[in-house]
Nanobody
Framework: QVQVVESGGGLVQPGGSLKLSCAASGSIFSINLMGWYRQAPGKERQFVAHITNSGSTNYADSVRGRFTISRDNAKNTVYLQMNGLKPEDTAVYYC???????????????WGQGTQVTVSS
């Protein structure tokens, strides 16, 4: 059984910073891609950033230059450092891990339960 668990959300003032963490655990053979999505109230879930197991990164235009994604492969953990936060960054942030359970299985997406980030004065 695989678990994907986020942490680090909270309330922060505009211009402030937060760092989210997400750890995947369980019977995992390999993890390809890990990343973050977010969903604001009344809106669809949207891509934020992802990082491959070799360290290649991609960001949504709305966060590029402010957010930094990183990864610790030994710990099956991905991080999202968020600087220069804006009220429009307020959302539930979800972690995604694209992983394989065995050497012969294909990869599947596993989602975390989400962590709330609120940017407000």
């Amino acid at each position: 059984q695989v678990q994907v668990v986020e942490s680090g959300g909270g309330l922060v003032q505009p211009g402030g910073s937060l760092k989210l963490s997400c750890a995947a655990s369980g019977s995992i053979f390999s993890i390809n891609l890990m990343g973050w999505y977010r969903q604001a109230p009344g809106k669809e879930r949207q891509f934020v950033a992802h990082i491959t197991n070799s360290g290649s990164t991609n960001y949504a235009d709305s966060v590029r230059g402010r957010f930094t994604i990183s990864r610790d492969n030994a710990k099956n953990t991905v991080y999202l450092q968020m600087n220069g936060l804006k009220p429009e960054d307020t959302a539930v942030y979800y972690c995604i891990a694209d992983l394989a359970l065995t050497w012969s299985s294909g990869t599947m997406n596993y989602w975390g339960q989400g962590t709330q980030v609120t940017v407000s004065s």
